[in-house]
């Protein structure tokens, strides 16, 4: 990409940062004399209204929220050729990943990097918005005249569309998200408490709690991971008490909220000891804004059916998904393995369930494989049968063995795939995407893939509407891609990749949109 001199007011630097929907530079405001960050639309978004609209919204929401220790909004403005941008405070010390990369970091400044982001988690979650991503890689930090200030950041819109499993989706990162957000429970704040702690203890120690590195390892998990004093002799014990609390896989076991987790470190640290008199929160409280209601249930054996719907509003807005993932290919998603997933708008009617155990969750899958036959066959019978993934008006048929980790976006997207935080950077991994996008008309020709070749394309009508399908051939995988026409103004995209032709037939097929 050539850099261009400037955009707006703002005299650009350097890149530092590109992705599939934004790219970010250094810039200098000349006006007031400051470096600021600037996150500018990619090009290919130029022409989507709802892209657009929920950028600029996202802006101007974390706009208001005041917070030294969030990373902030300071202007909205749009470039010469009509794409939209956002200057945000730069981050000139670079991230909490760098520096845990170069070992376990000062009992004391830990300490007070923690407090910072936990303020600033505190600020967002006083908004009513659920990070889901904590961890080093977005604590930020920038040079004050006191000394070294952190600060959350990769929050919103641009994070979600961009890093495919990683914010906010409803998994989040293997190594600090809270087993709930992947189990499918209903989310709160303490969801975000354990990622601190998680953070804190890698800042501790220099590594991640548990090591986990996939989804469904998280699912495992049913202890604190190790005391810190294993992996590191100075640690005093009240820290280790108090932070290995916050990583307790029920959350009802953890600090009941930011507060008494921070105050709880602080206290260990100035006295070596825990307060003893520190009461509990109302747990009702857990409950607020961004929650999700998810349940879990089994479907027919021979073709269950893997239910996702959208959640609130309050949801959305904290995870800042949009159609734009309908475009970029970019949904995030939750591991469900081989049990089902029904996912309920918060809020929602009925009598809520209560909390899945794990052991219920292995239940599930050994009563799937025993009705199937039983032992390694019943295991092949049962990968052999298609699933049914539904995410409120999409729906797909797809391979068991593709472990149904599926969400839901607005109504507006769902991805499948044997390894959905691969999806977008990887072209061989097999799995299929459905998404809702703004156009009026199909498209006409569509450029292959780099490292593919075009296979020829066919127009025709699927489901009684007018689409056009088009194939590539490339050296490790075949794709598929169909635009159907499902209003005046909708397509519905259907990008399908394997190996085997018949799947590839199969699952494209059986994608549909309900009007």
């Not at 376990?104 to 009513?128: C, D, F, N, T």
């Not at 408490?193 to 120690?205: C, H, Q």
């Not at 959350?251 to 206290?267: C, G, H, I, V």
Request: hydrophobic share 40%; with cysteine.
């Amino acid at each position: 990409m050539d850099q261009p001199a400037r955009i707006g007011r703002y005299a650009l630097v350097r890149r530092v940062g590109a992705g599939g929907f934004a790219t970010v530079w250094l810039a200098r405001d000349e006006q007031l004399d400051a470096e600021v960050a600037v996150k500018i639309l990619s090009d290919n978004w130029i022409d989507e209204d709802d892209v657009r609209r929920r950028f600029l919204a996202e802006g101007r929401f974390l706009r208001r929220v005041d917070s030294p220790y969030v990373v902030g909004v300071h202007d909205i403005g749009e470039a010469e050729d009509g794409r939209p941008y956002l200057v945000l405070t730069y981050a000139d010390g670079g991230s909490l990943a760098d520096r845990i990369k170069a070992g376990p970091l000062a009992i004391g400044e830990v300490v007070k990097v923690i407090g910072q982001v936990g303020s600033g988690l505190r600020q967002l979650h006083a908004r009513g918005v659920l990070h889901r991503d904590v961890k080093p890689a977005n604590v930020l930090f920038r040079t004050d005249p006191a000394g070294d200030r952190a600060m959350l950041g990769d929050l919103g819109l641009g994070k979600s569309l961009e890093t495919v499993s990683q914010l906010t989706m409803p998994g989040g990162t293997p190594a600090y998200v809270a087993p709930e957000q992947v189990m499918g429970d209903r989310l709160d704040h303490r969801a975000d408490l354990y990622s601190l702690g998680a953070v804190a203890y890698a800042a501790f120690t220099g590594q991640a709690p548990h090591g986990v590195n996939s989804l469904g390892a998280v699912m495992r998990i049913d202890a604190p991971p190790p005391s810190m004093t294993t992996l590191r002799e100075d640690i005093p014990e009240a820290i280790d008490v108090v932070v290995r609390r916050a990583l307790e896989p029920d959350r009802d076991r953890r600090w009941p909220d930011l507060a008494s987790f921070l105050t709880a470190l602080d206290e260990a640290h100035r006295t070596g000891k825990i307060p003893a008199d520190l009461v509990p929160a109302d747990r009702e409280a857990a409950t607020g804004p961004g929650a999700l209601d998810q349940q879990t249930q089994l479907g027919n054996a021979d073709h269950p059916t893997v239910a996702a719907s959208a959640d609130t509003a309050g949801a959305t807005s904290a995870a800042g998904t949009s159609t734009a993932e309908a475009k970029s290919a970019a949904g995030t998603a939750s591991d469900t393995d081989a049990a089902t997933a029904a996912v309920e708008p918060a809020g929602g009617g009925g009598t809520k369930e209560p909390r899945r155990t794990r052991a219920w969750l292995v239940a599930v899958v050994l009563a799937v494989l025993l009705a199937a036959g039983g032992g390694y066959g019943g295991y092949q019978l049962v990968m052999s049968r298609p699933v049914t993934v539904i995410a409120g008006r999409l729906a797909v048929d797809v391979p068991r063995d593709w472990n149904q980790k599926a969400v839901a976006t607005d109504e507006s997207a769902l991805l499948v795939s044997t390894r959905t935080d691969e999806w977008q950077s990887t072209r061989n991994v097999p799995g299929v995407f459905l998404g809702v996008v703004s156009a009026k008309a199909l498209p006409t020709t569509s450029a292959a893939p780099s490292g593919c070749t075009a296979a020829g394309s066919t127009t025709g009508e699927f489901g009684g509407k007018a689409g056009v399908t088009f194939e590539y051939r490339c050296a490790d995988v075949l794709i598929r891609e169909r635009f159907v026409q499902i209003s005046a103004s909708q397509l519905l995209r259907i990008q399908v990749r394997t190996g085997d032709p018949d799947t590839l037939a199969e699952v494209t097929d059986s994608a549909t949109y309900t009007v």
